[in-house]
């Protein structure tokens, strides 16, 4: 194994502190919005707390999750609607193909194929790392509250966590509950 041979896969590890999350720049127009590692940053610690509590295979649960944007390193951070559902799935698993290509055999299958369950969505481990996403992208949205971002612009960030992630009972629903826009707090 030669080093140059993972220097893609760091260079593209390092490229997500560079590219912004879009929703943040784009609806809000957040004057120094977090990165897409930032937000992996925060879901993956997030994520090890809440999987622990819960009992799930937390080492599988963080790889997950650190590889869950990682194509964003080459495609950018598209929002809804800018590509079809179709489109975003094809450049992101042309753009793992690449960025895994130059890992050990063994460490490349493993990393796609725990990323191609985070895609299917069909484990109960994947269920929970997207809802861990739109917890995240909830718990981000009341901090750019509290620094004063308007209401109207984060309500449809609260309202997409709510929607997806709905009322199961649990502690990722318990939490989102707490967080409300300001203005929808009694």
Excluded: C
């Amino acid at each position: 194994m030669v080093v140059d041979d993972l220097s893609l896969f760091f260079h593209s590890v390092l490229e997500l502190k560079s590219i912004k999350r879009a929703g943040w720049v784009s609806k809000v127009q957040v004057e120094d919005a977090e990165s897409v590692a930032d937000h992996t940053f925060s879901m993956a610690t997030m994520a090890m707390l809440l999987s622990d509590m819960l009992g799930f295979d937390t080492h599988k649960v963080i790889k997950m999750v650190l590889m869950h944007d990682l194509a964003e390193s080459i495609v950018g951070d598209y929002m809804p609607g800018d590509v079809t559902a179709r489109q975003k799935l094809a450049k992101e698993k042309k753009a793992m193909k690449f960025i895994l290509s130059g890992l050990p055999k063994g460490v490349r299958e493993e990393y796609e194929e725990i990323w191609l369950e985070y895609l299917h969505n069909r484990t109960e481990i994947a269920r929970f790392v997207h809802r861990m996403d739109k917890l995240e992208m909830a718990l981000q949205a009341n901090q750019y509250a509290k620094q004063g971002y308007a209401d109207k612009l984060l309500a449809p960030f609260f309202e997409s966590a709510n929607t997806a992630l709905g009322d199961a009972g649990d502690i990722v629903s318990e939490i989102l509950k707490s967080l409300r826009p300001a203005s929808d707090k009694k």
